[in-house]
């Protein structure tokens, strides 16, 4: 009897441990591969050294030369998020980012700036449309963002991804190119090509830049921009462990001259990609730990325990059926010596 209790408690723990296996990889683990609403904000250094690049001081445009630090800050906007509605409402997140450009060989004096709001998918990170998104670069105005800007995807997959673009105003992709391991890490690498690109400048600025930096003969302009971007990106998470771009930019005139506006390589420094990967470390093991490892140890466990189950039981069953049980036979008549009835003889069954 008490083999066979013993049985039971341990398939019913068994199927128990199973089905938090399941919970854990259907419920749980897709509910962890997707951005928090209370994620913390992230910063990224890049730097570039010896660039040629524009700078614009109290209206004087001038051609400088030196060192470049740009700082990307991404942080989530509670309250624009709580007012998604429709399909965004639970899906998407609102994210505030800028950037900030300095010059570290002249006082750390401001280059170039902009900041952003726009909503993301919670689990592919890429934007999603959305009519309060704005982007100000010195005057704020509407836009409407495509593709991915500071995430890949939870899961990325080794293919193209489109990349946005803020100077030409659109996503490009981005081509898988190889594996490799970084700060212990393995890595996908993705490099964006944009070539021939024509950035987008207001008006105003556009004509400081012809009456200063070209000759009178140039009545208008256009900016051409070249970049190549390579991003490293921690599959799991999606998120950007190194990135690198190699930027240039001409402002080229309606009478054919040239000047360079920018021509920097900047490259993310160490303390950016060791930060980056411890992140993207931890947060790859929790998600492992919810999507793998504890499904198949609950699941393992549940079905060891669910199988020792039933063979305790079973085998409980075949001791019980298998030992006769023992009769004191027919006592109908009366005992002759004192005229009782005789007593029946043990009737429990040993097992």
Known sequence: ??????????????????????????????????????????????????????????????????????????????????????????TAIVWLAGQDVVNTSLNSERVSAYSTRLAVDRETGAAVPWDGA??????????????????????????AYPIYDRDIREAQPAEFVKTEEIAGLETYQFTQKIVDGRQQLDPTQLSLLVNQLLDPTATTAEVVYNNTRTVWVEPVTGQFIRVSEEQSKELV?????????????????????????????DNRQKLQLVGLWGPLVLGLIGLILAVVGIIITVRSGRSATGVPAQSGGDHDDLDEGDGKPATAGSHRAEG
Request: no cysteine; net charge negative.
């Open 253 to 281: 005139g309606n009478n054919g001259q040239r000047v360079t506006l920018l021509d920097a390589d900047f490259t993310y420094t160490e303390d950016t990609i060791e930060r980056s990967a411890a992140a993207a470390s």
């Open 134 to 159: 704005w982007l100000d670069t010195g005057n704020q105005e509407k836009i409407d963002y495509s593709g991915h800007m500071y995430k890949f995807p939870f899961g990325t997959e080794k293919k």
């Open 1 to 90: 009897m008490r083999s066979r209790v013993l049985g039971t408690v341990l398939f019913g723990l068994g199927v128990l441990a199973i089905v938090f296996a399941a919970g854990l990889y259907f419920v749980v683990a897709p509910k962890a591969a997707q951005l928090p609403y209370d994620m913390e904000p992230t910063q990224s250094v890049a730097e570039a050294q010896n660039a040629t690049f524009l700078q614009v001081t109290s209206g004087e445009a001038k051609i400088n030369h030196g060192a470049l630090r740009s700082t990307v800050t991404v942080q989530p906007d509670a309250k624009e998020t709580a007012n998604l509605e429709g399909d965004l409402d639970g």
